[in-house]
């Protein structure tokens, strides 16, 4: 059973910046695939950002040149900074991870841009 605690999320103003960390525990193997998603309220889960263990990386068009997705693979960590933020970013950030064809996520962490 895995396991993702996501840590980083808060307050910033419009233009800022926000790094997102999520750790994953409970296996001893590589998680292959591991990314970001989000919710806004009244809204559908939606991909943020996804990484490989390979390097391969997929990003939404609305994020695409502000949000940068990194690994760790030792570590099975993975990192979503987040620069030049606009309000419309405002969500729950929850980690995911695909393992075995099973897909974990985490509890969720609140970004709020104010404008």
């Known amino acids: 059973q895995v396991q993702l605690v996501e840590s980083g999320g808060g307050l910033v103003q419009a233009g800022g910046s926000l790094t997102l960390s999520c750790a994953a525990s409970?296996?001893?193997?590589?998680?292959?695939?591991m990314g970001w998603y989000r919710q806004a309220p009244g809204k559908m889960r939606e991909l943020v950002a996804t990484s490989t263990s390979g390097g391969s990386t997929n990003y939404a068009d609305s994020v695409r040149g502000r949000f940068t997705i990194a690994r760790d693979n030792a570590k099975n960590t993975v990192y979503l900074q987040m620069n030049s933020l606009k309000p419309e970013d405002t969500a729950v950030y929850y980690c995911?991870?695909?393992?075995?064809?099973?897909?974990?996520w985490g509890q969720g962490t609140q970004v709020t841009v104010s404008s």
């Open positions: 409970g296996t001893g193997f590589r998680i292959n695939t």
């Open positions: 995911n991870a695909l393992f075995f064809g099973q897909n974990y």
